[in-house]
């Protein structure tokens, strides 16, 4: 079989007498002189990295947990054919651990004055903005001996969005709605409910509800149906402090929260209310406010994607006055943060009362699962040590709780998985109660 490349050249080298590779510079010369020779050729031959063109196209944004595709498009300007390997480096979170090197590395062949495409995927870890690092290009000759080798900035972002995992209860949520908003015969009445059509009064109405002026005129006794009032304003609180990178399963506290926000903003803004956002530790991490229905949720998502926790205590009183700020009128302030008793009653209850005098306050906490899961724990020494500690903590959950519930605040608490869902069950309540 015939040898090529830089395989024929070293079986030629290694063929030469033995008398040549003796010590003397008559060898050496006689040996390198043709290697470094085709060693220069090769490196000749190679086509040059800097000359190169690189542009990027391809995705600009994903959700967590999906891939992105950015495409790059090399040209080559030379009149060498480019034979080379290039590695397009992104942060380390756009892979999932072990994958960087399988879809961060290309080989590719490019003729002279052509171009070709190589594309990267990305499966993001984190949320957030991926920012392109470099390119960098080898560049061999035909015979594999010599390289050149540079690096190219092209500038590409990728920003990774909050997953919306909670995106499968809105259904049913929907559903729940469509009740209450009268397309299905409920009768609910209370302070945020207006007057919406007159029908016979069938048993068990409220006798409350009878409209007796609407009975005088007709044979039957008829009475009102209300449904909930539209356009309220709903603030959810994003509570950005050390409390909320705390990790519960694979993830923090915050993303939990997040997803349950942009549940109730769906859900809300189905309802015909008007959802805004604000994000705060000790100062503003993020605020959206006045975007229609229909902008509402790409709003949010593109706001959260960037929001990451602080390792700081929140700032509780600052916190209330940019709330009280975005919330002029009676709103549904819904703040997500945690129920630990310090944070809470140093910070929170004391100022509490600026927000409840005006506003209907819910206050969601993300639990965690693996504290239920200790408390169930028997059978030896530790399993009962564990049990007994978990069972403090969620002693000292729910009195944190009670105190809430006992300044007129409705405390979700709930696991990652349930906080969304009973979250979205809670403003539904509200609305039957016509507490909104």
Same mark, same amino acid.
């Given at each position: 079989?015939?040898?090529?490349? $830089? ?54 944004? /994903? ?19 480019? $034979? ?38 990305? $499966? ?57 908003? =009268? ?13 919406? #059509?007159? &029908? ?7 006798? $409350? ?20 009032? &539209?356009?309220?304003? %709903? ?46 530790? &000790?100062?503003?991490? !993020? ?15 593109? !706001? ?16 209330? /006055? ?10 549904? %302030? ?7 008793? !310090? ?14 005098? &005006? ?5 969601? #906490? ?20 564990? !049990? ?19 300044? =007129? ?28």
């Amino acid at each position: 079989m015939a040898l090529t490349g $830089r395989t024929a050249l070293l079986a030629a080298l290694g063929s030469l007498p033995v008398g040549i590779w003796e010590p003397s510079w008559t060898g050496i010369l006689a040996v390198n002189a043709p290697l470094a020779l085709a060693c220069a050729c090769d490196f000749a031959l190679a086509a040059p990295v800097r000359r190169l063109g690189l542009t990027r196209s391809g995705d600009t944004s /994903a959700r967590l947990g999906e891939p992105a595709d950015v495409t790059l498009t090399i040209t080559n300007p030379s009149n060498r054919p480019l $034979r080379a390997q290039l590695r397009d480096a992104w942060p380390p979170s756009s892979w999932a651990p072990g994958t960087e090197v399988e879809s961060s590395r290309h080989r590719l062949t490019v003729p002279p004055g052509e171009r070709r495409r190589v594309t990267t995927r990305l $499966r993001p870890i984190r949320r957030g903005d991926h920012r392109a690092d470099r390119v960098t290009i080898r560049s061999y000759g035909p015979l594999g001996l010599l390289t050149r080798q540079g690096t190219h900035k092209v500038p590409w972002t990728v920003r990774v969005l909050p997953p919306f995992t909670s995106r499968k209860h809105l259904p049913s949520k929907l559903a729940r709605l469509r009740e209450l908003d =009268g397309r299905t015969s409920v009768l609910t009445r209370g302070e945020g409910t207006e007057f919406d #059509s007159l &029908r016979e009064y069938v048993p068990g109405d409220d006798t $409350r509800s009878i409209d007796w002026r609407a009975t005088a005129r007709q044979s039957s006794v008829a009475v009102r149906t209300w449904r909930p009032e &539209r356009d309220r304003h %709903i603030l959810l609180a994003l509570d950005t402090g050390r409390t909320s990178a705390g990790r519960v399963g694979d993830a923090p506290r915050l993303d939990a929260s997040m997803d349950a926000a942009l549940l109730l903003a769906a859900l809300a803004s189905r309802a015909g209310d008007r959802v805004d956002l604000l994000a705060y530790d &000790r100062r503003v991490r !993020a605020l959206v406010q006045g975007h229609s229905a229909g902008d509402v949720l790409p709003s949010l998502v593109n !706001a959260m994607a960037t929001v990451e926790p602080e390792l700081l205590e929140t700032d509780a009183r600052g916190l209330t /006055a940019t709330a009280l700020r975005a919330a002029p009128r009676h709103a549904l %302030i819904v703040l997500f943060t945690s129920l630990d008793a !310090a944070p809470i009653e140093e910070g929170l209850l004391p100022v509490l009362s600026q927000l409840t005098q &005006r506003h209907t306050v819910l206050v969601a #906490s993300v639990a965690d699962p693996y504290v239920a899961r200790m408390a169930k724990a028997r059978g030896n020494t530790d399993a009962v040590y564990e !049990a007994a500690a978990a069972a403090q903590a969620q002693s000292e959950r729910h009195r944190t709780a009670d105190q809430l519930r006992r300044h =007129g605040v409705t405390v979700v608490d709930a696991t990652p998985e349930e906080l969304a869902p009973a979250l979205a069950d809670a403003y539904l309540a509200l609305k039957t109660a016509g507490r909104l």
